[in-house]
């Protein structure tokens, strides 16, 4: 029994992906990433000297900034950035640039569904371009549970609101490994089984929820080749200039 | 402060030197002549009402949304108008986020002194039942990259989403014919807004001492630049807003000379606005029709 989806996708399949960098100039890193119609810019600033209040000054500090499309922030905004802070906390080398804060400011520019999964991967993608040190990327995916316990993926804005629950998850990018298969093995294997981020909306089952991060793991694994191949160009062209 | 000033973006004395320099000769560092505007591009976004415009480096996003409130009494049928703008710290290192600045205010209200209070937007038709319900247009402008001279390009945002605002269409009814009833998009197309004209700002800087002038500064200019004036003109030719606050001392045959730049460039705007916002309602006609069939198609 499949699921009917409004736009005619079949659950599994994400909305068409289109990502861009270094669109502005002001900024030291910028992204913008789109999933369908939601679409959303990000830009990096830092390492800056200092770090704010009750943060740990021995550590780089990261500092996001969640701008709605129209209106004040709230509460919900609010949210966001914190979730946002902690996950990207998690994929940054934070004792390289001790005593400095990294901004983060993300520009919600059409919101049409998965809207903090698409910020994560905008804000992953800025902080590549701002040249952040990094442990790994971070992608992110937001799995819907229908009434009749099918999960779909990347859902619009419509079908999230329909849903009986949606789980955003972030996992750590699928490792390609350049060292020889038998060395690596166990270590990637290990990141692969990772979690950073789960948000979850609505009631669900236990077997439901990870029933979702199956489904949400293995979509991961494309999203994180779409990655890769977006970034890849630069850090060769990068590359040769420096040699 | 110490932070702040060590994080705060600063030119050295060589750059304003080279700049100042090279002005004096008539030569500007993006290599434009003096009276020329930078490259203007224009985009919709997916939804009416939403645009982004690129004015060389700078970038201002312009989002135009509305909803039905009581009306102020003293203007009981009249909708209202209002602009919000933020300095987002994405656009420069050293703005802020918070309360917005002296200067996001001051653009706010250049903006909304030229666009409102030059009556562009036809306020009266946004009354929906005199002394009751009233629409109110809010938009916010949103700067992403700040290149130099914002007022221009957020002006210029302002109007493109005004002129592809859509607002819900709504009729009257219940028994006493006091109920409003707001119809959704689908059942009966939204109705854009009556814009009398498009008042377009220009600004111009002046460098100190040698009375030079130049059109559309750039960031690295409005560090040097002595004082800076704002011209809000329409396609009529007649003068909306102009905003010189304080600064060096301008002749007045210089401000005259300055309005008649700007009347021209103002001209070159807004018939550039005209034709992209053409360009979008052709595209959304189509699109309506598309969807449409799509929609018959699904039914059978």
């Known amino acids: 029994m499949e699921i009917d989806r409004t736009d005619g996708r079949s659950p599994n399949q994400l909305r068409p992906l289109a990502c861009s960098r270094g669109i502005l100039h002001r900024s030291h890193g910028s992204a913008s990433w789109s999933q369908g119609d939601t679409r959303v810019i990000a830009a990096v600033y830092g390492p800056k000297a200092g770090t704010k209040k009750n943060e740990n000054p021995e550590r780089a500090c990261l500092e996001v900034i969640w701008k709605p499309k129209t209106g004040q922030s709230g509460k919900e905004e609010k949210e966001y950035e914190t979730i946002l802070k902690r996950t990207l906390q998690s994929i940054c080398i934070l004792t390289i640039n001790p005593n400095t804060t990294t901004s983060i400011i993300i520009q919600v520019v059409h919101d049409d569904g998965s809207l903090l999964p698409c910020a994560v991967n905008a804000a992953c993608v800025a902080l590549v371009d701002a040249g952040i040190?990094?442990?790994?990327?971070?992608?992110?995916?937001?799995?819907?549970?229908a009434t009749c316990g099918h999960v779909i993926l990347d859902p619009t804005k419509l079908e999230e609101e329909k849903m009986k629950a949606f789980a955003y998850l972030v996992f750590p990018n699928s490792i390609n490994s350049i060292l020889p298969e038998g060395s690596s093995h166990t270590k990637s294997k290990q990141l692969e089984d990772g979690l950073v981020t789960s948000v979850t909306h609505g009631g669900m089952s236990v077997e439901d929820y990870f029933h979702c991060l199956d489904r949400g793991r293995a979509a991961t694994a494309r999203l994180s080749d779409f990655l890769r191949k977006n970034l890849q160009p630069q850090v060769l062209g990068e590359g040769s200039k420096a040699g | 402060m110490e932070q702040r000033l060590a994080n705060a973006w600063h030119m050295t004395v060589n750059e304003k030197k080279f700049i100042e320099a090279a002005l004096l000769l008539g030569l500007r560092n993006d290599g434009r002549n003096l009276y020329d505007y930078r490259k203007l591009t224009i985009k919709f976004g997916r939804e009416d009402g939403s645009s982004e415009v690129q004015l060389g480096q700078t970038r201002v996003m312009g989002f135009a949304t509305c909803k039905l409130v009581q009306p102020y009494r003293d203007r009981p049928n009249e909708g209202t108008i209002s602009i919000f703008t933020e300095f987002s710290p994405m656009a420069d290192p050293s703005f802020e986020s918070g309360r917005p600045g002296e200067s996001a205010v001051e653009l706010g209200r250049v903006?909304?002194?030229?666009?409102?209070e030059s009556r562009a937007v036809d306020v009266e038709s946004l009354c929906v039942l005199a002394g009751r319900f009233i629409w109110a247009v809010r938009i916010d402008l949103h700067i992403l990259d700040n290149g130099g001279n914002l007022v221009d390009a957020a002006n210029i945002a302002a109007l493109a989403a005004l002129s592809t605002f859509r607002r819900p269409e709504c009729s009257l009814g219940g028994e006493d014919n006091q109920e409003v009833i707001v119809h959704p998009p689908e059942a009966r197309e939204p109705l854009p807004l009556t814009l009398h004209h498009l008042p377009i700002a220009v600004t111009f800087a002046f460098l100190s001492e040698e009375s030079i002038v130049i059109l559309d500064p750039t960031h690295l200019e409005e560090a040097v630049m002595g004082g800076r004036m704002t011209a809000t003109l329409n396609t009529n030719g007649s003068i909306c807003s102009?905003?010189?606050?304080?600064?060096?001392?301008?002749?007045?045959?210089?401000?005259?000379?300055c309005i008649r730049i700007a009347a021209s460039k103002a001209a070159d705007i807004s018939s550039k606005i005209k034709d992209v916002v053409e360009a979008y309602n052709n595209e959304r006609s189509l699109r309506k029709i598309k969807r449409h069939h799509v929609g018959v198609a699904a039914k059978q």
């Open chain 1, 133 to 145: 040190p990094l442990k790994h990327l971070a992608v992110s995916i937001c799995c819907c549970l």
């Open chain 2, 111 to 116: 903006i909304d002194r030229g666009l409102r």
């Open chain 2, 242 to 257: 102009i905003q010189k606050a304080g600064g060096d001392g301008i002749p007045q045959s210089v401000i005259m000379q």
